[in-house]
């Protein structure tokens, strides 16, 4: 009884959280190609306005930003302005929030037929590693390295940037732990 | 591990063993085929591998309507376009691919065009874009490496762009793969060792890289001991017929192991020295299997040192001690690699290849970075990791 009755409150809150994290992500992101140069060598062989998508199948939560030239990333909070170039899939809302709660490395769910690429795989794994820069930037070294395969090693964080989107995720994590339980 | 999860899949119907390519007529009346098209390159054709097939066929009254034999080793959109006009001018209505990586891929692609229609091939690129199952297609293949009779993928290149197009979509996959031990028979002994090492390198990296799983697992470590045990007998004895089986099974079950649970860092650096080097795809996993396993050690000591009673067999395993077992893997690796470099030189280092410069590594490390199978290796790789991989690899 008090399952069927939880479901839709716990999915729904699965949801926002994932729709959260996508904002998080896509403003984090811009954020680290401005004041991140290992960033930006990943990301400078990038095209010149080039559109990466990560989205939940079929039609749920998106995170869209555009390269919009020596390496720097542009987040697009209003949708993707035309057809994107690469598109990275969850295969359903659970999978993303697994992933995006750090209960799942990328790189396990990709392993775990999680998520699905559509365009250039060179270039998916370019931006995997540009999402594992992300992460181990704007998460607790603790949290981090659940995230990803490794912790860098050479982090400077620039902490002012990087506090706001901390914020989110104290929010963030806090949330998980109610969702979770 | 509490979020383990995985999904395997083969729908392959694998046909096996000796008098294998006699039962290709009745498979294909199964599928209510009359009118197959063989295609192939022309080296199968020069060492005589059709007859037996058309003589199966044509024993149980099948006409084999077509023949393209003029498959090149890195198929292209053009080939592909051609071979499916001359399906549609001779109403065939099922397709056999003969031959190694190339023919199969392009047997897979033709299988595109013909049941989708069109005669852009690069329409079709990309994951999952195919939606319904295409024209009865089997594949008998001539080398013991690839494994792409058990895959779902296709690589044709675009010769106008200048670039590789993937295809990936499980109806890519054959409606039968046919192993008969007379079609590896004449192989020569440094392709037959370079694809044995083809094989054993899918089987090791499923086993040890993220997506392995229970059942790629099982597919994965009875192909190390197919290639462990059969490998050196067969270079001695090049026309032991049993031993060919072992191989080619091998090969297809390594196939099975990697298409669902992918493959890693030695992947990602012969795909890179295969395009800057040219160097064949076989000969570069023989290569850096050793290498790489060493710099993956730690990650992988566990399944890597499991994998030493499929390598070397029970007694040396018990013999060795549990915490000895990752390197004495590595070892067991390294004799064969050597036991080849005696019989027909198969390169052990790059340097030893006479192909590659030492100017050109770090061109083949960057370019290992973008390589799709790099995702799945345990460890994460910079560029000055596969930098020092090759390094060590170099002499
Ligand atoms: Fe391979």
Not at chain 1, 91 to 116: C, G, P, Y
């Amino acid at each position: 009884m008090l399952v069927k009755r939880l479901q839709p409150m716990i999915s729904h809150a699965r949801r926002n959280y994932v729709e959260l994290m996508f904002q998080v992500m896509g403003r984090a992101l811009q954020a680290i190609s401005e004041v991140d140069e290992t960033t930006r060598k990943e990301t400078r062989a990038l095209p010149d306005g080039f559109l990466f998508e990560m989205q939940v199948m079929p039609n749920g939560p998106k995170l869209i930003v555009e390269h919009t030239g020596d390496g720097l990333l542009h987040y697009h909070s209003n949708g993707a302005p035309r057809a994107v170039d690469l598109s990275i899939q969850f295969k359903h809302i659970t999978h993303a929030f697994l992933v995006l709660s750090f209960q799942e490395k990328t790189s396990v769910a990709f392993a775990n037929d999680r998520m699905l690429v559509d365009g250039d795989v060179s270039l998916a794994v370019r931006m995997t590693r540009v999402l594992n820069r992300l992460e181990s930037f704007i998460l607790p070294k603790l949290v981090a390295q659940r995230a990803v395969k490794e912790y860098p090693a050479d982090l400077h964080l620039p902490e002012k940037l990087m506090s706001a989107a901390r914020i989110y995720l104290k929010v963030a994590t806090h949330f998980v732990e109610t969702v979770r339980a | 591990m509490t979020n383990k999860y995985y999904e395997f899949f083969c729908p392959v119907k694998v046909i096996a063993g000796k008098a294998a390519l006699e039962h290709i007529p009745y498979e294909l009346s199964g599928l209510a085929a009359k009118r197959p098209m063989i295609i192939t390159d022309k080296g199968v054709r020069a060492a005589g591998l059709l007859n037996p097939v058309i003589a199966a066929c044509e024993e149980s009254g099948l006409e084999i309507v077509s023949i393209f034999d003029d498959v090149p080793p890195d198929s292209s959109t053009t080939v592909v376009r051609d071979i499916a006009r001359v399906y549609r001018k001779e109403k065939c209505d099922s397709i056999i691919a003969i031959g190694g990586g190339s023919a199969i891929d392009t047997g897979k692609a033709v299988n595109i065009l013909v049941s989708e229609g069109g005669d852009d091939i690069a329409k079709y690129s990309g994951a999952g874009v195919l939606k319904h199952p295409l024209k009865p297609f089997f594949v008998v293949p001539t080398t013991a490496g690839t494994g792409s009779e058990v895959t779902s993928v296709a690589v044709i290149s675009d010769e106008k762009k200048g670039v590789k197009l993937p295809f990936t979509s499980s109806f890519l996959l054959p409606n039968a793969a046919i192993i008969d031990p007379r079609m590896t028979l004449t192989l020569p002994p440094h392709i037959t060792a370079a694809t044995a090492m083809d094989a054993m390198t899918h089987a090791v990296e499923s086993f040890t890289c993220m997506a392995k799983n229970p059942l790629s697992d099982a597919y994965a470590t009875a192909a190390v001991k197919k290639v462990s045990r059969s490998l050196l007998g067969v270079m001695d004895n090049p026309k032991d017929e049993d031993g060919r089986l072992e191989l080619a099974q091998a090969s297809t079950m390594a196939g099975i192991a990697f298409s669902n649970s992918m493959v890693g860092l030695v992947h990602s650096l012969g795909h890179a020295t295969g395009a800057i080097c040219h160097l064949p795809h076989g000969l570069c996993m023989s290569l850096y299997l050793p290498y790489v396993l060493e710099f993956n050690l730690e990650s992988i000591r566990e399944p890597l040192g499991e994998l030493l009673l499929y390598l070397e067999g029970p007694e040396v395993y018990s013999a060795t001690p549990a915490a000895r077992r990752a390197e004495a893997s590595i070892s067991a690796i390294r004799k064969l690699r050597d036991a080849l470099y005696k019989r027909c030189e198969l390169p052990r280092t790059l340097k030893e290849t006479g192909k590659v410069l030492e100017s050109q590594l770090e061109a083949i490390a960057k370019m290992a970075l973008d390589d799709g199978s790099i995702m799945f290796n345990p460890k994460e790789v910079s560029l000055e990791d596969a930098l020092s991989v090759l390094r060590r690899a170099w002499a």
